[in-house]
Every structure is written in structure tokens, then in C-alpha cells.
């Protein structure tokens, strides 16, 4: 299994300058190529989608007089940053992102090394730059594949060592004794079915005032200035206060849930197209569901748990678990409702979590596998129904729905 560690690194001068230099390099050829092809298709109505086009260009910039600079860099960097911009057109023309950008010189900078790689107890190895000094706060075991070497705009140095274990990946159980469906929300970040919520902490949103002070002392800098600098350096170390505090608190979260699950339900949320609602935009880039998602993912992979991903338009807060009756409507602001149809009452998010949990059971059960978490069936003290059974029977859409009954504990 790859394991991915992130570790703090201390360049000196000279090293921060080579490493600012194979930065250049691959937003060189990043932008160049993304110029090229920008170009290409205007001009000549040329595919965007190819990399195959582009990468024999690389070897001949080399050659020339005006680009033999990229000779310094290591070449492996420079492959990947074209492969970079080939996954960005991919997630375009795949309607997952905007149009790609150029990189700027003040933004992350990145660069992906593969070969004559070493790592020691406190350094690090890259081609073409002296070894640096390095936090290695973890110890690394197995064979390292890769380090990619970052720049925060902070100024910060980091290096993202991945390395084979040589373990194979953890077995999935085929016998699920425990799962959990987790809604994803706002006013709570994380409910699950059994009603367990966890508040949202909104770590953007509260140094929001801060934030914006630092943005506004930055705008009213000259260009240029070291004044400008300073505050730019000051906003981004801000931002990065509140990503590192995010990514703490998703880190913890997900790994309770996969410690105590061994299968996990989510729903998958367009949060691209919810983010067009502007009064809730700031609040939803702060939640970064889809960072919590991959977290969960990586860890769900590493400890043997099935994660299950549901669709974002199945309607799991507009439907009543208890007997499948659809809403026309479900706004955001309605926190609790009662089913015209069966007259159970409802907390919006728990319901809603309990409907993610009863499809992707189903759809765990479709895949072969036997679900044993739901606590058996409750109906006046009868014998627990055997999971296949309950498979075999339609889920939604009948009176009554198996499941259900299933559910109501
Ligand atoms: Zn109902």
C-alpha cells in the first residue's frame, strides 16, 4: 500500500534558490503548454484533450538556445506538469472544474520528483539540489516512490513523501456487522443515522473579519512594494491558520468514523452547484466536503472499510424513511417535518442520513456482500430477518418498505 507523508523542510538560501528555479521550470512548461493548446484550438480548431501532442515539444524547447534552461530542472518534474495540465482539460471537458488557469509565481508552487530519490532521519534528496534539512516527524517504513516538493505562499517549504509498504491493501469484510450513513450539512457538518450530529466549527467564516482586514491592507499596498510582500505573506499565513485548522479537525472525524464502522455511507454532494447560491457559498467552501470525502476514502482504503458514495441527486432529505413518501419540496430552512403520508415526525438531517444508510446497504447487498448492522427487525419482538432475505425485496417505491421496518429502533 502507498502511504503519503507530509513533512516540513528547511532549505538554505542556496537550496531555496534551486528550488525556486525547478518551481519555474514546471510553471514554465504548465503555462507554456496550456498557452500552446489554448492557441492550437482557437487557431485551428485543434483537440484540447491530447497530451500526446505536446509532449515531443518538451525535448526539442530543450535543444534550443532560448529554452536550454529547462535542462537544469529535473525532467521527471517537467513531464508531470503537462500530465497536471492533461488531468486539468480531463476534469474540464469532464465538467468537474473551470477552464484551467496559468500558475502564478505567488501562489502554491509544486513539483513531483520520482528517481535518485533518498530519504534520511533528517533530509531529504531531490535531483540537482544538495540534500535539506527535514522534519521527519513520523517514522517512513518501506520503499519511497516519490517526494513532491511544495511552496506555500506563506514561504514555506514542504515535501510529500510517498512510500510502498509492501503490505498488501487491508481485506474488506464480506460480513458487515457495523455500517453508518452520514448526512453532510451546514448548520451540523456530520449526522449519522443514529443521531450522533457534529457541529460545524466554521473556521472560515469566524476569522472571517480577520481576513478581510488583511485583504483589505494588502489591496491598498503599491505593487511591487516590499510593503505589498509583507502583507501578502501575512494574509497567506491567515489562510493557512484556517486550512491546517480544517484539515485537523477533518482528519479526527474521519478517523473515528472508519475506526468504528466497517462500512461508511456518504452522499456526494455537487457542492460546485449549491456554491451558486452566493448567501451560502462562504459557508459551503468552508464545510470542504470533498476534502472530508478523500480523507475518509484514504483511510476507509487503509483500514479494510467499504465506502459507499451515493449519487447527489437522490433525494435523501426530500423522502420519509419510514415509508418511502417523496415530498414535493424540502427548502433548506425546514429543520423538522412530519409525513403527510404516515405521520412519522422528523429531524431533516437525521432522516436523511437514515436514507443514505438504507441505499447504500442496498447497494452493499447488490455487490454480494451480507449486512448484519441494522439491529435486526423490531417488529413486535419477531426474529431478526436475515439480510438476503430482506435484499430480495423491493427497497422503495411499495407501502411498505422492508426496511423500514429494519430502521425504526
Ligand atoms: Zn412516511
Known sequence: MYRATKV?????????????????????VYNKALHIRSHWYKRYGVSLGNIKHIQPLLPIAKKSRKYDWLKNADSNSLQVA????DLAFKNFFEKRAKYPKFKRKNGTQSSYH???????????????????????????????KSITITRAPTGKYYAS?????????????TLITSVTGCDIGLADYLIRDDGKKTANPRYLVNAYRRLRRDSKNLSRKKPG????????????????????????????????????NQAVIV???????????????????DAAWNGFVTKLAYKAEQAGV????IDQWYASSKTCHCCGHKMAEMPLKVREW????????????????????????????????????HGGLRKSGSEPVAAWEVGSLAVYGGEQSPLCVLFTH
Open 306 to 309: 467499504h465506502l459507499v458514495k
Open 161 to 173: 513523501i510517498l512510500c510502498d509498504d509492501g503490505l498488501e491493501a487491508a481485506v474488506k469484510p
Open 225 to 260: 512594494s516590499s510593503n505589498r510582500k509583507k502583507a501578502r505573506i501575512k494574509l497567506a499565513a491567515q489562510h493557512e491558520r484556517v486550512a491546517n485548522a480544517r484539515a485537523d479537525f477533518q482528519h479526527k472525524l474521519s478517523r473515528s468514523i472508519i475506526d468504528e
Open 338 to 373: 412530519q409525513c403527510p403520508s404516515c405521520l412519522a415526525d422528523h429531524d431533516r438531517d437525521i432522516n436523511a442520513a437514515i436514507n443514505i444508510k438504507q441505499k447504500g446497504i442496498t447497494d452493499l447487498m447488490a455487490a454480494g456482500l451480507v449486512v448484519k448492522a
Open 114 to 144: 520520482c528517481s535518485n530519490l533518498k530519504v534520511t532521519c533528517d533530509s531529504i534528496k531531490i535531483p540537482k539540489i544538495p540534500s535539506i534539512k527535514a522534519n521527519i516527524h513520523r517514522e517512513l517504513t518501506g520503499k519511497v
Open 267 to 285: 452522499e456526494t454532494l455537487k457542492s460546485a452547484n449549491m456554491m451558486k447560491n452566493r448567501r451560502l457559498a462562504r459557508h459551503i467552501g
Open 8 to 28: 516540513r523542510i528547511y532549505p538554505n538560501k542556496e537550496q531555496a534558490e534551486l528550488l525556486d528555479r525547478q518551481f519555474g521550470a514546471v510553471r514554465f
Open 82 to 85: 503537462l500530465q497536471n495540465l
